[in-house]
């Protein structure tokens, strides 16, 4: 006997019958729609002959009421079709589900169990869900009952940390922090005062030297201005020779009352000319053909010879005697400067001299080292200028072309050596250089010393040749 397979039912009655209940369930929402107006209508009716002030509260809530109902038919009617459309989905899936499944077996069983399993997956799905939402909301609460338990817990402590006795440490924290804070100041004081000192230990050797130079300098010019004392009084006692002469030849022209007897006599002018010229220094210049002495001239006049003496005369005196101290100034200012750069002279030449003896002292102890100790070496009693020979001797006989070639870079290794022969090679024309009379010409020439001397003995044979 075969198995025929169960007839299939027409999907027809289940939709016929799903749109008679949707209908039937549209129909009873409007039927109390429509029974419910009347009857709320009458009970408004009633309250508003009752009350009037409760009646439009009544008419704002039915209006109210009205408005859900008609948003819930919206609804209703919007989630009908929405259900409508799912079915017919549904029902053409299940279609298509039977007629795949048609030599399987019977589909009503089949579609009894999966939706047995379909509806027991679905609760077991809203089971887990609300399950799910409950211990969430439950974790929930214990979080956040256990965050405000600490946070309380939390606040307890920093109130009691507050209110609780500091015994001091406060003051013990804010005293470290205060001596940290001047230990730094200590540190940056104690920096500043260290480069302080070192800028003034500079300063104080810098003033150390400076003060030596200037006691140099102090006892160089206390010996200069001894030798210039000196010559004060020499040259003071010369014109005080000279001032009493001169009132001597006044007094002398005083006592003369005849034109006769005005007449200058030949020793008081021989005396007086000699005086005036034996305190001038000789001119000398640098050229060595224009070398010049002063000459000693000595007036010629009569023995005994008067003349008068013009005023023409006695000016022209004054102005010899003004023109010899002149020259008199102008020498003694040469002769300072002259003094002074030969005493600078000197002393650059005794440094040099210093640096050359050194350096040949140091090649003779190398050499001396270097020598065997059979050489022979002068008597203890020999004489110095000897024993200076002999040592001399030896040197020159020692002295070979790489020992030269030693001393000579040895003396090229001092610095102040080469700067001296510099120095003196190649000697520099300072602007203070420019101010010696010699080199400038402020020197009284020999030509302006002879013509005044010409013009003191034509005066004096003017004046014999008038007696």
Known sequence: MTNRPKPIKSPSRKLGSSDESANKFRNKIMGLSINGDPSSSTAHAGEREETSGESQEHKEYVAQLEQELSRRQESYVRRERQYKVRIQELEAQLNETRVKTAKEGSLDSTMDNLRQMHRSIMESVDHVQDRTSKILQEQEKD????????????????????????????????????????????????????????????????????????????????????????????????????????????????????????????????????????????????????????????????????????????????????????????????????????????????????????????????????????????????????????????VEARLNAVERQRLIEKLLAKERLLTLLTTKAFPVRSSKGGNDPLLTGEAISPEEIARIYSEVASLTGTSTGEG
Not at 383 to 394: D, N, Q, V
């Open 143 to 394: 979080l956040l009952r256990a965050f405000r338990a600490r946070l309380y817990s939390v606040q307890e402590e920093l109130e009691s940390e507050k209110n609780k006795t500091d015994d001091g440490a406060s003051a013990w924290i804010q005293k470290s922090k205060q001596l940290e804070t001047e230990v730094e100041w200590t540190k940056e004081l104690a920096d500043r005062l260290d480069r302080l000192n070192q800028s003034l230990t500079r300063e104080n050797q810098r003033l150390k030297t400076q003060f030596t130079t200037q006691e140099n300098d102090r006892e160089f010019l206390v010996k200069q201005l001894v030798t210039v004392k000196k010559d004060n009084v020499r040259l003071r006692s010369e014109y005080e020779s000279v001032k009493q002469q001169l009132e001597e030849l006044k007094d002398e022209r005083e006592r003369q009352s005849t034109p006769p007897q005005y007449q200058l006599s030949s020793p008081v002018s021989s005396t007086l000319l000699s005086a005036s010229t034996s305190a001038l220094p000789k001119v000398s210049y640098r050229d060595g053909s224009s070398r010049v002495s002063t000459p000693n001239i000595r007036p010629n006049t009569a023995v005994g010879g008067a003349s008068m003496v013009l005023p023409e005369a006695d000016n022209r005196y004054k102005e010899i005697i003004k023109r010899l101290k002149r020259v008199l100034d102008v020498e003694r200012r040469n002769l300072q400067q002259v003094r002074a750069s030969y005493k600078q002279e000197l002393q650059q030449r005794t440094e040099l001299e210093m640096v050359l003896k050194e350096c040949i002292q140091d090649v003779r102890g190398e050499i001396a080292l270097a020598s065997t100790p059979t050489t022979s070496m002068p008597s203890i009693h020999s004489s110095p200028s000897s024993r200076g020979h002999i040592t001399g001797t030896l």
